[in-house]
């Protein structure tokens, strides 16, 4: 697997690309994605191996673009959605976060990349998930950027703390469970 090599040979491998591909811009922040009208369109430097290329697929609710999330720990899931007038984004307006039943299709995705904890993004296209990453880090540290709106920080934060209990609870589940297996 990849995460299980060391850091110096995921060091090089990024090196090699970035010298194998320097008209390519690197994406290292939400700005750096670029959308086209058309494949013809693209930059033929990104039809590469070491690129992922991918149709440009939005969900839409009320004029606006959704995110969900989906983050879980065991068999403890939770979902996010977020909206934003821009197709691309990161935060731009979280609504809540609750439990909830994810669909058959993102929980067969967990189990063939091994994912007993973490975050899949993702948005729903005639009922089924397109998903655009899948990582163990949850990145929550989103959760109190706008202090200036004590209302939204208030709801966000506990919302977020019901998450974090509930994860919580699922992780002594997940060890549980791992413990009892090898005693």
């Known amino acids: ?18 010298i194998r591909n320097p008209h390519v811009k690197p994406i290292r922040k ?22 992922v290329v991918q149709k440009f697929m939005p969900e839409r609710e009320g004029g606006r673009f959704l995110l969900r999330e989906y983050y879980f720990m065991g068999e403890r899931h939770y979902q996010s959605i ?7 984004f990161t935060d731009d307006a979280p609504g ?15 189990r063939r990349l091994g994912l007993e904890y973490g975050k899949i993004d993702f948005v729903m296209i005639d009922g089924k998930p397109f998903v ?19 209302k939204l920080c208030r709801a966000r934060h506990s919302a977020y703390c019901d998450m974090a209990d509930g994860l919580a ?15």
């Not at 977020?82 to 691309?88: L, M, R």
Request: include cysteine; proline fraction near 6%; glycine fraction near 6%.
């Open 82 to 88: 977020e909206t934003s007038d821009a197709p691309i």
């Open 96 to 110: 809540g976060i609750a439990e909830w039943t994810p669909p058959a299709e993102l929980v067969e995705l967990r």
């Open 30 to 51: 939400k700005e750096d994605y670029r959308t086209y009208p058309s494949l013809k369109e693209m930059p033929k430097g990104y039809f590469h191996d070491d690129f």
């Open 132 to 150: 655009f990453d899948a990582n163990k880090t949850m990145g929550l540290g989103h959760v109190l950027h706008d202090v200036h709106d004590l």
């Open 169 to 183: 609870a699922g992780l002594v589940e997940w060890f549980a469970q791992k413990t009892a297996a090898t005693c």
């Open 1 to 18: 697997r990849y995460n299980s090599r060391p850091v110096y040979a995921r060091a090089f491998d990024r090196m090699v690309r970035v």
